[in-house]
Every structure is written in C-alpha cells, then in structure tokens.
C-alpha cells in the first residue's frame, strides 16, 4: 500500500491545500492529514 502524509496547521484550509490532496489521492492508497498548531501565526 502507498501511503502519503500531509501535515500542515492548515489555518485557513485553501483552494490550494485540496488541490494537492486530490492530485495526493490519485496518487497514493491512503493520504494521511495530520493538523497541527502553530503558535506563531495568527488565527482567523
């Protein structure tokens, strides 16, 4: 099984952040997110 993880804190989630998770999805079994928090970026 191929399988892909994609971390990032995501904040905010962006057109661009699914078009690599698709364009992942295509390629891979199984794409993990992982979310994390980064303390020094500003939340919405």
């Known amino acids: 099984m191929r ?3 994609f ?3 995501f904040d905010p ?3 661009g952040h ?3 998770l698709k364009s992942a999805l ?3 079994d ?3 997110v992982a979310v ?3 303390s020094s970026k500003g939340g919405l």
Do not use: H, I, Q, R
């Open 7 to 9: 971390p990032g804190s």
């Open 3 to 5: 399988l892909a993880l």
């Open 13 to 15: 989630f962006t057109m």
């Open 26 to 28: 295509k390629l891979f």
């Open 30 to 32: 199984k794409v993990v």
């Open 18 to 20: 699914l078009d690599v």
């Open 36 to 38: 994390g928090y980064n």
